[in-house]
C-alpha cells in the first residue's frame, strides 16, 4: 500500500520540478514510510511513497518497464499478478522484478486501457506512456483506493492519493464547493462526485482517464460497472456451494504476503467469516484483534473472543475508554474533507492495534452491500411491497399527510418513531431509499442555511444525485436499487474513505476479500430471496457459513462500532456543540443562520430531541475548514 502524487502538463508541456511532486508525497509520508521516488519528464512528474508488503527490495517506484517506454507509480495490490505475469512471459514480456507493479506495465504495453478487465484487485495508479505520451490514470471497480485530481491554473492536471497531497501545491485554489457542502450535510460524508475544493475532483471508481500531450483532457471513462438484471439459476445447496468456494478464492488471494499478516475481528457475521477461511487455508494461527468498549450494551469482545478460540487465532483485544473523544482533532485531520461516521474513530483505534502486530489485515467489508446486510435495505425491500400495493395518490395523500404532522419522537421507543417510515412510503422507493440513507433532509438543512448560501446553491438538492443513480441502475427491483446505490455511493464515498484513511494512518494495509468483484457479481445475480428472506438479511451467506460458524454469531442482530456521541454532545463536549453557533469559522463562511445553530445545539443539550448527528456533522465541518484553510 502506498501513496502517489503527479502533475501533467496536457496542452503546452512544460518541465515539471521535481522537488514539488516530492513535496506533495511527502504531506502523504504515512501512507508509505519504507521509500519515496521521483520521476520526471518534459510535461509530466510521477512521486510515490512506499509501504513494502511484496517483493520489498526488488520493486521501488516510481518504476520503468523493461524497455524503459512506460513508467508506473502504483497504490495497491494486484491478487492475479501471477498468472497474468505467466501469460505475458508467454507473449515475450521480460520481468525484472518479482512484484505485480511491473505486471501492470506489461499488461498495459499488451492490453492497452483492457489490461483493467483483467486486474483482480485495489489499485490507483498513474502510468506514462512515452511512446504515445499519454498518462493513463486508473482507479479500481469499487473505490478501495483514492485517487484526488485538480486542473490548476497554469493549465497542468495535479493527482494525489489523497487530497493533503494536492494541498502542497502552491497554485490549488481553496475555494468551497456549495454542492459538496450540501452532500456533506446530508450524507455525513463528501460523496465521489464533489470535493470540498472547487476544481478537485475524484476520479470515480470503476473509472480511468486517457491524457494526452497536445491535447485537451477528456472526461472520466467508466470500464466496470456492477449489473444486477439477471438472476442465477439453482437451488439454495447449489448457491451455498458456489459462494463457498469464491470466498475460499477471495480469502486465500489476499493472504499472498511478504510481511506480518493478520485479520481484524469484531465477532459479527463477515468478520467471523473472513477469520473462518483464513483459519483452514493457514497452516499458522490467524493473528487477530478486536477492540471493545467500556459499555457492555455496546462491547462485543465476548463474539470476538468466542470465535478466535474456535478457530485457534493469535487473538488481541482492547477495551477503548468511552471518552475517547480527545483524539477527534487528529481524526479530522486524517480526512482532509469533513468526514462525520463517527465509527471512523474506533475504525483507527483497530488499525492502530492490529499495526502493532501486522502489516496487512483482512476485513470483512462490502458483505453487507453485496448480500443486502444492512437493516435499511431489508426495510426498502418491505417497504417496496407496500408501494406496490397501495397506488401512489393515496400514499401521497393519507401516509404522506399523517408523517408531516407526525411528532418526530427520538425520546419515543423506536416502534413509536413513525414518522420518517411515513414520509418514506409516501414517496417514490428511490426517493424513500435517499430519505432512510440521509443523515438531514433538505427541508432540515435549509432551515440551517442563510439565505445567502440557499442563493449559491442555485436549486441543487444533494439527494437528486443518489435518486437518478437508482433510478438508471441496470436492475430489476427495488432491492435491486438500493444495494446498486449503496454499492457505487455510500460504499466509496463512507465505508472504503473509512477504511483507507485511518489504516493508512497507521501505515497498514487494509484488505477486503468480500469485495472481490467476481464474488460480488454473484451476490448481484442471486434471487432477492437468496439475499433478503423476511427480515434476514445476507440470507445465502449466512447460510453457507453455518458449517463454520455458531448460530449466535450469525443471527444474532448486527450491531456494528458504536460511538457514544449523543452522549458527549450533552456532557464532555457539550461546550463544544454550544460552540457552534457562536462558531468565528463557520460564521465566516456565511453558509448558516447562527440563530438556528443555537436552536440545533439547545435542543439537543437539553434532551428535547436528538440532534447529535448533525452537531457532530457541523464539528467535524469547523475543524476540517480550519485544516483546509478554505477562503469562503
Known sequence: MCGIAGIFHAETPKPVDPVRVERMCEAMVHRGPDGSGVWTEHGVGLG????????????????????????????????????????????????????????????????????????????AFALYDLDKRQLFLARDRFGVKPLFLARLSDGSIAFASELKGLLAHPLLRRRANPAALDAYLTWGYVPDTHSMLEGVEKLPAGHFILLEQGRAPEAARRWWDIDFSNREKGSEAEMSARLVHLMRDAVQSRMVSDVPLGAFLSGGVDSSSV??????????????????????????????????????TAHTARIVAQDDFAAID????????????????????????????VTVALSGDGADEAFAGYRRQVFHHNEERIRSIIPATMRETVLGGLGKVWPKADWAPRPLRAKSTLLALAASGEEGYARGLSVMDQEQRNSLYSDQFVAQLSGFRAEDELIGLMRNAPARSGLDRAQYADLKFWMPGDILTKVDRTSMATSLEAREPLLDHRLVEFAARLPEAMRVKGTTGKYLLKKCMERYLPQDILYRPKQGFVTPIAEWLRGPLSNQARGIASSGILASTGWFDQKALQTLAEAHISGRSDNSRPLWQLIMLEKSITGLNING
Open 275 to 312: 477469520v473462518a477461511l483464513m483459519s483452514e487455508a493457514s497452516p499458522e494461527p490467524v493473528r487477530t484483534c478486536s477492540i471493545g468498549f467500556d459499555v457492555k450494551g455496546v462491547d462485543e469482545t465476548s463474539y470476538a473472543k468466542a470465535i478466535a478460540e474456535k478457530f485457534g
Open 330 to 357: 487528529d481524526l479530522a485531520a486524517m480526512f482532509d474533507e469533513p468526514f462525520a461516521d463517527a465509527s471512523a474513530l474506533p475504525t483507527w483505534r483497530v488499525c492502530q492495534l492490529a499495526r502493532e502486530q
Open 48 to 123: 510515490h511513497r512506499r509501504l513494502s508488503i511484496i517483493d520489498l527490495e526488488g520493486s521501488p517506484q516510481p518504476m520503468q518497464s523493461a524497455d524503459g517506454r512506460a513508467v508506473i507509480a502504483f497504490n495497491g495490490e494486484i491478487y492475479n499478478f501471477r498468472e497474468l505475469r505467466s501469460e505475458l512471459e508467454k507473449c515475450g514480456a521480460k520481468f525484472r522484478t518479482q512484484g505485480d507493479t511491473e505486471v501492470i506495465l506489461a499488461a498495459w504495453q499488451r492490453w492497452g486501457t483492457a489490461c483493467l478487465e483483467r486486474l483482480h484487485g485495489m489499485f
